[in-house]
């Protein structure tokens, strides 16, 4: 039987809490939440524009959190200061734009080489674990590999967005199920993440080599009409089947 561990993110939770100006939702109380009812981790992504998470819910949430906290940062001097001082557990390094809605896709791996390298190395030195956002391109993830990256997150948002559409997917989930088989060949862990619905997840999960999916914006809107509880324990059967 397979297992795929499932990290929760919790951005949302702030974004609703911002929306307001308020202290509520607590993104620290989602992450209890979460690591209480089956989450293997909780993610949070800081921003350079602090749109949701900011350094407050960092420090509360890492000092709380049992289970593995996933920082998601953009490759920047600012958040290397930052990640250095807070040494998380996981760390996956994502593209970011100022005006983007969401990540809209994997990092761009040539362009960033050099200053990629140096960054894994540093943050390496705090035993965090190192992930890269990427596309599933062949040659990122070699280039991945060269860079010293322990996993890689393949960014999943036009499968999702193609099976959301119900249009025609399996060109592209060919694509995902050639990069994983890549990864685990190059010995890197493979994980997923964007835009993932119990839909997408559960077509996903039939892909062999997964060790973790990475979802947020679903999992917190479904649990706005069936709890968090109820929508993790729905995805970690999924990811079990
Ligand atoms: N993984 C990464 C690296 C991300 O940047 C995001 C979105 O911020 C997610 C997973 C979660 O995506 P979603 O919120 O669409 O589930």
Do not use: W
């Not at 960033?112 to 965090?128: D, G």
């Not at 694509?175 to 862990?189: F, P, S, T």
Request: net charge positive; with cysteine; glycine share 6%.
């Amino acid at each position: 039987m397979k297992r795929i561990r499932l990290g929760v993110n919790i951005d949302h939770v702030a974004t609703v809490r911002n929306a307001r100006g308020e202290s509520y939702p607590s993104p620290l109380r989602a992450a209890i939440l979460a690591e209480k009812n089956g989450a293997d981790s909780v993610t949070i992504h800081l921003r350079e524009d602090r749109r949701h998470i900011n350094e407050f819910d960092l420090k509360k949430i890492i000092k709380k959190l049992m289970i593995p906290l996933n920082l998601e940062i953009a490759a920047t001097k600012e958040m290397l200061k930052i990640a250095s001082r807070s040494k998380p557990p996981f760390i996956c390094i994502v593209p970011e734009k100022r005006k983007e809605i969401t990540t809209e896709g994997g990092l761009n791996l040539n362009h960033n080489k050099n200053f990629l390298r140096e960054l894994i190395k540093k943050l390496k030195k705090n035993k965090s674990r190192i992930s890269l956002f990427i596309e599933p391109s062949l040659n990122d993830l070699e280039t991945a590999k060269k860079l010293n990256a322990d996993c890689v997150e393949i960014h999943t948002g036009k499968l999702c967005n193609l099976i959301n559409k119900k249009k025609n997917y399996k060109n592209e989930l060919k694509r995902i199920k050639k990069a994983v088989q890549k990864g685990n060949n190059l010995g890197l862990e493979v994980h997923a993440g964007h835009g993932l619905t119990y839909t997408s997840a559960r077509i996903l999960s039939k892909i062999k080599g997964i060790q973790e999916f990475n979802i947020g914006h679903f999992l917190v809107g479904e649990s706005i009409f069936e709890g968090m509880p109820l929508t993790i324990r729905k995805f970690k059967r999924i990811l079990k089947s």
